[in-house]
């Protein structure tokens, strides 16, 4: 089973900087692929980045540029580094594990509140 309890969230102004972190417990790690997605109030849960195994990387084109995701498979924690924030990128940030079997794993979410 695995279990993903993420940090880091909180409030900052915009042109500011956040970095979130995943903790995850559970075997698999090294080879899941591990995401971040965000979720605004009344709006879809969304991909913001996502590295394999293998560390290639993928960012939604809103974050390309300012967020860089990165991985430590010792640590089997993946860290979300936020710069240049922006109001719009207010939400609550979730974790997510996706295993070599195609199943899902989902942190509990940390809020990301940027002020203008």
């Known amino acids: 089973q695995v279990q993903l309890v993420e940090s880091g969230g909180g409030l900052v102004q915009a042109g500011g900087s956040l970095r979130l972190s995943c903790q995850a417990s559970?075997?698999?790690?090294?080879?899941?692929?591990m995401g971040w997605y965000h979720q605004a109030p009344g709006k879809q849960r969304e991909l913001v980045a996502r590295?394999?195994?293998?560390?290639?990387?993928h960012y939604a084109d809103s974050v390309k540029g300012r967020f860089t995701i990165s991985r430590d498979n010792v640590k089997n924690t993946v860290s979300l580094q936020m710069n240049s924030l922006k109001p719009e990128d207010t939400a609550v940030y979730y974790c997510?594990?996706?295993?070599?079997?195609?199943?899902?794993?989902w942190g509990q979410g940390t809020q990301v509140t940027v002020s203008a």
């Open positions: 997510n594990f996706h295993s070599i079997w195609g199943r899902d794993y």
């Open positions: 559970g075997s698999g790690f090294s080879v899941a692929t």
């Open positions: 590295i394999t195994g293998g560390g290639s990387t």
